[in-house]
């Protein structure tokens, strides 16, 4: 007889549970999906993603705000549908997001264009779409928008993002507010290239723009960045210029390894206090979440193909790799690897270095794990919805996996697997010899 008990959720996110030892999200087991769509498979949950922005709605309810959905984070189809169904805008960050964007039936106006190097045909594009805002990130960037809204007979709505030189305390690759990297307008030269853009008749100033980092999980940062970007609103207005939104950017962290950022709601009722304390209480407030919207409703399935137990090293080698998720490789990111079916608690467990079949010594997924396993068990790599798909290559000729969505006790299939003849497709032979 078996038991349908909940087994303790040890070290499990929200939205997934042991039941009868099976990994489950929401009412889905994940083995089931794993042997329906084959490995590597990642798989999404709508309550997971929807409760997160949840979270930001209650925090900025009964504000004047736009969720703008960093797309970046992940960008499937799918998923940009769930979230722009449930209001959200989307910030982008190319002519090819663009595109998706429109495709998701996201509303224009909005969208928000982020990024350092837009070139000419992707903000001729933009305009011709009809976006809410670009986010300018230079000065000469800001004359060549004017020059094209203006060979076009428009107007872009322009925020400038401001670098408020503020440390995030995160990793050095995904922070963005101090001085010394590639984003954003210096604190000090804000207010000239306010005064500037306002005088440009291809231009239309709507709004101010800063995002301090990513994987933020302390709000002294924020609040600091707040701060600054206020100083600088009165700074602006005072020369004349109006700022509708105030856009404070994305960056909120998620629970990767233990990790405790601020909830959104908790989070912005702090900030909202520190905006009416200093009379900004009806200001529009835009903010461009990623992660914290779609890291952690997402995993990543795979299957263990061998083990190999060495002098120094016992690798578990699977079939996901740096291909299918980055992260490791390129930041030293933590994710956590659970077992899918629950191991009997009487088995001894290994320490392994969890990699992938790529030729290159930086496909690892896990370093020193403790895990009691066998070839032919399915792992799940946990956080797995941001920045793993979206980043994925084709790097020794890996298909893409593919990706299921889970709503309640269904899921659907919301990206096929890629073949070698997708990757073909837009390859030329030579002509015969
Ligand atoms: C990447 C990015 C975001 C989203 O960052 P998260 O850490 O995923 O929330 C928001 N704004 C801009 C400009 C970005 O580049």
Redesign the pocket.
């Known amino acids: 007889m078996t038991t349908t008990s909940d087994l303790p959720a040890a070290d499990l996110l929200p939205f997934f549970a042991y039941r009868d030892q099976q990994l489950v999200m929401e009412g889905v087991p994940l083995e089931r999906l794993a042997h329906e769509h084959g490995t590597p498979l990642f798989v999404y949950s709508k309550a997971a993603m929807l409760s997160a922005l949840a979270a930001y709605q209650r925090g900025l309810k009964g504000r004047p705000h736009l969720i703008c959905y ?1 797309m ?2 992940n960008s499937s189809l799918a998923i940009l549908q769930t979230l722009v169904r449930a209001g959200c805008g989307l ?1 982008i ?1 190319s002519g090819g997001e663009l595109e998706r964007a429109l495709a998701a039936g996201v509303e224009p106006s909005k969208v928000i264009f ?1 990024g350092v190097g837009k070139t000419r045909a992707e903000m001729r594009q933009a305009l011709t779409a009809g976006i809410g805002c670009f ?1 300018v990130e230079s000065r000469a960037e800001l004359d060549v928008l004017n020059e094209v809204a203006h060979d076009m007979g428009r107007r872009a709505p322009v925020s400038v993002r401001v670098n408020p030189n503020v440390d995030a305390q995160t990793h050095p690759y995904i922070s963005t507010g101090l001085k010394g990297n590639k984003f954003g307008i210096a604190h000090e030269d804000v207010i000239d290239t306010y005064v500037h853009a306002a005088a440009c008749d291809g231009l239309r100033v709507v709004g101010i723009d800063c ?1 301090i980092g ?2 933020i999980t302390q709000t002294g940062p924020y609040l600091d960045a707040m701060d600054r970007v206020l100083d600088l609103v009165e700074a602006i207005e005072a020369r004349g210029v109006a700022i509708e939104h105030i856009d404070f ?4 962290g998620i629970d990767y390894q233990g990790d405790t950022p601020p909830e959104a709601d908790a989070l912005w009722s702090q900030l909202l206090q520190r905006m009416e304390a200093r009379g900004y209480g009806d200001r529009k407030i835009y903010i ?5 919207l779609v890291g952690n409703a997402g995993v990543c399935l795979t299957e263990v193909l061998y083990l190999k137990p060495g002098e120094h090293k016992n690798f578990l080698i699977v079939d996901a790799a740096m291909n299918d998720l980055p992260r490791p490789a390129m930041y030293q990111a933590f994710h956590r690897i659970v077992p899918v079916a629950q191991p009997q608690t009487e088995e001894q467990a290994t320490t392994w270095d969890v990699v992938g079949p790529v030729c290159e010594s930086g496909d690892w997924l896990g370093r020193d794990r403790a895990l009691s396993v066998r070839a032919g068990d399915l792992l799940a790599v946990m956080s797995a919805g ?1 920045y793993c798909m979206s980043m994925a290559s084709n790097y020794n000729t890996r298909g893409r996996a593919a990706e299921v969505l889970v709503d309640g006790t269904r899921s659907t299939l919301i990206r096929e697997r890629e073949t070698p003849a997708d990757q073909f497709r837009t390859e030329r032979m030579l002509p015969a010899a």
């Open positions: 960093a970046k984070a910030d960050v982020s986010n995002h990513s994987q950017g994305g960056g909120l461009e979440p990623g992660r914290s941001a």
